[in-house]
């Protein structure tokens, strides 16, 4: 069944005629993903990439029956888009968007809370079902149905991980991007959560970094929830000086907790399978489920 | 962004924050005109002279020093200005200070002893929400007080669909041991900073101390505020704010080139597609017995414009004995990438020091193939164990 996004979803983009949305909408379509359709405010009533454009979620949501969102609206823009998707009951709202000021964030993310709907990013490469439905920004070539699930803060980190799978022949259930911002809709732990209750998921790949105390949470559920499946965990930023922001807005050392020393003293206490290198990501995975 | 102390001091004004008052200056004769400007304004006999970096601790390092007459101000200001101020945030090398801020003496007895306070604004990332921290131990570093005294730090959430309400700015001030006139002041001067914070896209707030003056008013002495890079957008006010002396040399260009660029002390320069993946090249480096000189993320456009400026930059570093690139392609094609490796080389001329490229991902075998055959001193790794072993063996 894997989690969040299926064969089945209907996918609508918004931002959907711009030049990152027009681009990634097409490889999504080439994946296989069912994309109904995209929203571009005063574009409506067109046609694009063989598929209508709407001027509102609600528009789209009404004629295409959609329950999945993917946003590549500008920064300056994207907190109102994901709040309109929660309006109009879009049910998995994706942002992928960099760069949203935090104030708007903590606007949207209150906006959102209590409706049937669940964000994830933004700042982050999307969902990837594999080989039924992506929607993101991964290369999909790189996955191969199989067992593991993942969970990320980081894109290319990601496919590092979802790569090393591949070739120990393990496979993928569902990756999810949930992004590197300070505010993101989907926490380190909800996503574990989610795959940890996935009959197809068989084990489980958590990457994080540096800032904040989302992975810290993750490995105290993933205890207390009694070590179901095994989670190979890695914080990237072994190396990582206090006080300096490294790239993504959120991976920054505040206090001593943000170390990744510390997130990881934390995994291994809570039964994680933790790897110093992210070159042994896949060979752990091996082992923690005694294929090695 | 980080600005400095008067900056600062500056955005919180205009929100209606009473501050310690002042006037920044260039000069040692500058530094007199204003410390009499500032006697005809506020009635100060004394004033302070303030060194303007964005490091912390500069009370200690002798970056803060009281001048009780004009001699004393031009003496003192001579000696802060052109010094390179170190404290424990400025590294052994410490920060040359280009300006002074002249300011207001407010420590003056009075009717009641002054008394110093801590107020600090930041996000909550856990409750995705504002939060107001407060302490009576005011001047001290918050980090100490939290890990020997937690109980005297007070803090208050807030609620972004409503805001600071009054009866959270009151129980603050109580808290805090107020009463009388300086609480009313402690309650109009929490409201005002936090509407400075919001409307001035602030990620960080930091005001020690605070100070309730001899006659009951209470302002702020000193001023931390970093503003959130991703709204400057709609602040174009702010943008030239930034002091580009605070930064180091190599981090201003890479930012002129687009290139995500953070300078480290270490032996090994890198250059890689995504800041995740950048980390945990880095951590790579270290674990083959070398230590990252930089975090440097191309982002998803890595061509040969791009990797040729994160050479330039990479090699400006001294301490650099190997460089080693690590590209994940998925948009990315590697064999552009690699292609973009061999013409930035050339353009270059000769390298001194081995380079590592490592192309996963899309077209990472004709990647490889276009180094492997480009003739250069280029060694091509896929995996990431061949790299690290690779950087091994051009450190032995």
């Known amino acids: 069944m894997a989690v969040l996004v299926n064969k089945d979803s209907k996918i609508i983009v918004q931002g959907f005629t711009g030049s990152e949305g027009s681009f990634h909408a097409q490889q999504m379509k080439e994946y296989g993903t069912n994309v109904v359709g995209g929203v571009t405010p005063g574009k409506g009533g067109s046609t694009h990439l063989e598929r209508p454009v709407f001027n509102t979620v609600a528009d789209a949501v009404s004629t295409t029956g959609a329950d999945v969102s993917i946003i590549f609206v500008p920064p300056a823009f994207a907190a109102d888009a994901i709040m309109e998707a929660a309006d109009a009951g879009i049910k998995v709202i994706i942002c992928i968007t960099e760069g949203i000021p935090t104030k708007d964030m903590i606007v949207a993310k209150e906006y959102i809370q209590g409706k049937n709907c669940r964000l994830i990013g933004p700042n982050c490469p999307g969902v990837m079902t594999a080989e039924e439905c992506k929607v993101g920004i991964m290369p999909g070539f790189i996955f191969k149905k199989g067992k593991i699930g993942i969970v990320s803060k980081s894109g290319t980190l990601t496919y590092e991980a979802v790569d090393q799978l591949t070739k120990a022949g393990l496979g993928q259930t569902t990756a999810i991007g949930i992004g590197g911002d300070p505010i993101i809709g989907t926490t380190t732990k909800e996503a574990v959560e989610l795959l940890m209750n996935d009959p197809e998921t068989e084990g489980i790949v958590m990457i994080g970094e540096i800032g904040g105390g989302m992975e810290a949470e993750a490995a105290h559920w993933v205890k207390a929830d009694g070590n179901r499946k095994p989670v190979v965990g890695f914080i990237a930023g072994q190396t990582a000086p206090k006080g300096r922001r490294m790239g993504h807005a959120g991976a920054i050392i505040g206090g001593a907790d943000d170390t990744a020393a510390a997130k990881m003293a934390i995994m291994e206490a809570c039964g994680i399978h933790v790897v110093h290198s992210p070159a042994d990501i896949g060979e752990t995975m091996l082992k923690a489920l005694g294929l090695k | 962004m980080n600005i400095h102390e008067y900056q600062g001091k500056d955005i919180l004004k205009s929100y209606g924050v009473r501050i310690q008052e002042g006037i920044v200056v260039d000069t040692p004769a500058q530094a007199v005109e204003a410390a009499r400007e500032l006697t005809a304004k506020t009635g100060t006999g004394w004033h302070v002279i303030k060194a303007q970096i964005h490091a912390g601790g500069r009370g200690k390092g002798g970056g803060v020093k009281l001048a009780k007459n004009l001699d004393e101000v031009r003496e003192k200001s001579k000696q802060i200005l ?230 330039r930059i990479i090699l400006k570093d001294p301490n650099v004995k190997a460089i080693l690139i690590n590209i994940f392609g998925g948009i990315v094609r590697c064999d552009r990438v690699a292609t973009g490796v061999v013409e930035a080389y050339k353009a270059i001329g000769d390298i001194p020091v081995p380079i590592i490229v490592r192309l996963q991902g899309t077209n990472a075998v004709e990647g490889a193939k276009i180094i492997d055959e480009s003739g250069l001193k280029v060694f091509s790794a896929i995996s990431l164990k061949d790299a690290a072993t690779r950087v091994t063996e051009v450190l032995a």
């Open chain 2, 82 to 311: 052109g010094m390179q101020l170190i404290t424990h945030q400025t590294g052994p090398e410490g920060k040359k200070v280009n300006k002074v801020l002249i300011a207001e003496d407010v420590y003056g007895p009075g009717v009641s002893e002054p008394k110093e306070y801590y107020l600090s604004i930041l996000l909550d990332r856990g409750r995705a929400c504002n939060v107001i921290m407060a302490s009576t131990e005011g001047g001290m570093d918050i980090e100490e007080v939290a890990e020997h005294t937690p109980e005297k730090i007070i803090k208050e959430w807030i609620d972004p669909r409503v805001g600071l309400q009054g009866f959270q700015a009151r129980k603050v001030a109580f808290a805090l041991g107020l009463s009388g006139d300086a609480f009313k002041e402690m309650v109009k001067f929490i409201n005002a900073l936090y509407k400075a914070y919001v409307e001035s896209d602030a990620s960080m707030f930091e005001i020690n101390p605070v100070l309730k003056t001899s006659d009951n008013r209470i302002l702020a002495v000193d001023a931390k505020v970093n503003l959130d890079d991703n709204a400057m957008f709609r602040h174009a006010d702010f943008v030239p704010l930034r002091d580009v002396t605070e930064e180091d040399p190599l981090e201003v260009e890479a930012s002129a080139n687009d290139l995500n660029y953070v300078k480290l002390d270490g032996n090994v320069g890198c250059m890689v597609n995504g800041a995740g993946l950048a980390m945990a090249t880095m951590d790579i480096i270290k674990l083959s017995g070398g230590e990252p000189a930089n975090f440097l993320d191309v982002g998803g456009g890595a061509n040969a414009k791009t990797v040729e400026a994160g050479f």
